[in-house]
Structure formats: C-alpha cells, structure tokens
C-alpha cells in the first residue's frame, strides 16, 4: 500500500504493509542511493508480511518519488524525517514495538532515531552501517558534504559510535564480507564500541554491500530474511 509521510517541508512517499492484529513493527531506513530507495526493501517488507509483522519504509526528500531538494537535506534532517516515520506508524497502531532497519547511510539515521527517540525504538538492526564524520552532520548533500566525507579517516570521529555505546535495546549488527562502500576500519569501530554490549549480536553474512540487489545471492538473502524475522519476533509473543 502506498502513504504519504507528512513532514514541515513535504510528504514523503512510503510503502505500509500492514497486519491489523499485530503491534510488531519493522521502519525501513535506506542508504545514499538516490535513484532506488525504499524499493530496495519490496522483497523484506513482503517476507516480514507472510510473518505478520507490519512494515513501513518511505524515500527520503530528494529520493526517487519524494519531492523537494536533495541538496537541501543532510544526516540531521533525515533522522527527523525518519522520527516523522515513527509518529506514522504510532498514528496505526497504539502500542507498537518497533525495529528500525537500517542499511548503509541508515544504519547511521537508525542509531541517530534512537538516541533522539529512545522512549519509541525498541530494536536496531544495523546492515553495513556507515559513520560520518561529526562536522558533516548538518552539511546539505552538496560539494561541501561530499569534500567532508572524503577526508582520510573522517569516519573516526562520528556521532553514531556514541549513539551505538548508549543505546540500551538490543541490536543486530549485520556484517557482509565482501564491501566497496564501507571501509572494513568501520566496521571494527562499531564492533570495538559495541564488544562490551550483551545486547549486540553481530552476524556476518556472504555477499556484498548489498547482496540482496545481486541475482546470485538468492539462498543468502533469504537466510537474511529469516534472522531479520526471528529477531523482531524474539521476546515478542505476546505481541
């Protein structure tokens, strides 16, 4: 089904799969790929579907059908428009519980939405996650954000390692073994941060930064399928 997402400059185009009797809730959150967006997750809202868990996923101002200016939006405004997301789904369903997925760039809006709504997000799945340098957070996707991110280990220093340590739900850190987008120093940052966590869980997958865009990965994408399902539904059943 597809929605309309309001936020203070726009609507946001989304995609509700909806499952009257269930409170069990996945918000999908994509990366940088401007041109696909919340496509990317047809096959993953329709498996959670057959599991009867609502799903919710929306592009982004400036992504593929939602309008507006992409080089008028920035890390910040995009955790905003993902807590406009949030409201959405509390507007169908009284007492959610939430799990917010994100890949690549929106691993970095995911850990970003539950250190600004820690009282709305009950779990994180985090697929190839990204880390910004801090002194990006506000640039508009513009040259200036492009030059920033592009500075010799910018990613050292980013909000998101903070957001991960404090975040007190549990988190499912997904690891794809073979990855151009993110550097491998990352991922071993985000580890190192959560090692002292016994609510992280990390899972290494084969494939690459997103295998479930690639035609030869059909057998991985649905074990990915199938943990992303176990765990929402985990500790979940009387739900």
Not at 56 to 77: E, I, M, P, R
Request: hydrophobic share 35%.
């Amino acid at each position: 089904m597809e929605v309309l997402i309001s936020t203070s400059v726009g609507s946001l185009q989304g995609t509700l799969h909806s499952v009257p009797t269930s409170d069990n809730w996945v918000l999908f959150l994509s990366g940088g790929n401007v041109e696909v967006g919340r496509e990317r997750y047809k096959k993953w809202q329709e498996s959670l579907l057959e599991a009867g868990v609502n799903s919710l996923s929306f592009d982004y101002t400036g992504v593929h059908l939602s309008g507006a200016d992409l080089n008028k939006s920035s890390l910040a405004l995009r955790i905003g428009e993902a807590k406009e997301a949030v409201a959405f789904i509390k507007r169908k369903s009284k007492h959610p519980t939430i799990t917010v997925f994100g890949s690549s760039m929106g691993g970095y809006i995911a850990l970003g939405l539950a250190d600004v709504e820690p009282d709305s997000i009950d779990k994180i799945v985090l697929y190839a996650p990204a880390a910004y340098a801090k002194s990006a957070h506000r640039l508009y996707f513009d040259n200036s954000f492009t030059m920033e991110i592009r500075k010799e280990n910018s990613w050292k220093q980013s909000f998101s390692y903070q957001w991960l340590e404090e975040t007190n739900v549990p988190v499912l850190f997904i690891k794809p073994n073979i990855d151009s987008i993110v550097p491998e120093g990352v991922y071993q940052k985000y580890v190192e941060v959560g090692s002292n966590k016994t609510n992280l869980e990390i899972f290494d997958t084969s494939g690459p930064h997103n295998c479930w865009d690639e035609h030869n990965y059909q057998e991985q994408r649905g074990v990915l399928y199938k943990k992303l399902i176990d765990f929402v539904l985990a500790n979940n059943e009387a739900s």
